[in-house]
């Protein structure tokens, strides 16, 4: 009953627009991957609320160093999907990409800075019944030996000293996914004082 509600409940809010208004246990628990997108166009409204929470989230010592590319451009995003061999060819069909930045030599912490601002859009695309999947870009690449970051600097322009950290597929998904199951959660992976 519980799915069958949230499904709907989810359809509803994409469907017209609104904020599920969900308590945050809730949208965790609902928060997905998706792979899978129509055709439908993103509502910039939507897009520039997701983006707002990447530049709200925390940064280590209130830097705000990352950086944030949009793309929307189908090629550009085709060109994306290459940067890597495998477990990114979905971003091809993807409304828009999120692709997430930052300097090593400026930031230390740009890993964890960035992925605090990606997970942050992920959760607010979800309350907007928007699915999302992570790409991830750092420490990957071709198997000529090309690193990820090389394409994905010459398809967008990025300067040198900037780092991809992930890259964000976003769109509205056609893959029904159900939310976790609580029963799965790895509470043995919980410890108290000492591991």
């Given at each position: 009953?519980?799915?069958?509600?949230?499904?709907?409940?989810?359809?509803?809010?994409?469907?017209?627009?609104?904020?599920?208004?969900?308590?945050?246990?809730?949208?965790?628990?609902?928060?997905?991957?998706?792979?899978?997108?129509?055709?439908?166009?993103?509502?910039?409204?939507?897009?520039?609320?997701i983006?707002?929470?990447?530049?709200?989230?925390?940064?280590s010592?209130?830097?705000?160093?990352?950086?944030?590319?949009?793309?929307?451009?189908?090629?550009?995003?085709?060109?994306?999907?290459?940067?890597?061999?495998l477990?990114?060819?979905?971003?091809?069909?993807?409304?828009?990409?999120?692709?997430?930045?930052?300097?090593?030599?400026?930031?230390?912490?740009?890993?964890?800075?960035?992925?605090?601002?990606?997970?942050?859009?992920?959760?607010?695309?979800?309350?907007?019944?928007l699915?999302?999947?992570?790409?991830?870009?750092?420490?990957?690449?071709?198997?000529?030996?090309?690193?990820?970051?090389?394409?994905i600097?010459?398809?967008?322009d990025?300067?040198?000293?900037?780092?991809?950290?992930?890259?964000l597929?976003?769109?509205?998904?056609?893959?029904?996914?159900?939310?976790?199951?609580?029963?799965?959660?790895?509470?043995?992976?919980?410890?108290?004082?000492?591991?």
């Open positions: 009953m519980d799915d069958d509600f949230g499904k709907f409940f989810r359809n509803f809010a994409r469907k017209y627009k609104l904020s599920s208004m969900t308590a945050f246990k809730d949208l965790v628990q609902m928060r997905r991957s998706h792979r899978k997108f129509t055709e439908e166009e993103i509502d910039p409204e939507d897009l520039r609320l983006l707002r929470a990447a530049l709200m989230s925390p940064t010592k209130g830097q705000r160093a990352w950086q944030f590319v949009v793309v929307d451009d189908k090629l550009d995003l085709e060109k994306l999907a290459d940067a890597k061999n477990g990114s060819q979905f971003l091809k069909d993807a409304a828009v990409a999120v692709v997430v930045l930052g300097d090593p030599v400026q930031n230390d912490c740009w890993v964890e800075d960035g992925s605090i601002a990606a997970i942050s859009m992920q959760y607010q695309a979800e309350d907007l019944g699915g999302t999947c992570w790409i991830q870009m750092r420490g990957r690449g071709l198997d000529d030996g090309t690193a990820a970051d090389t394409v600097r010459g398809v967008l990025i300067p040198e000293n900037m780092n991809c950290l992930c890259i597929a976003m769109g509205h998904w056609t893959d029904e996914r159900k939310p976790q199951a609580e029963d799965r959660l790895k509470w043995e992976n919980v410890h108290l004082n000492k591991f």
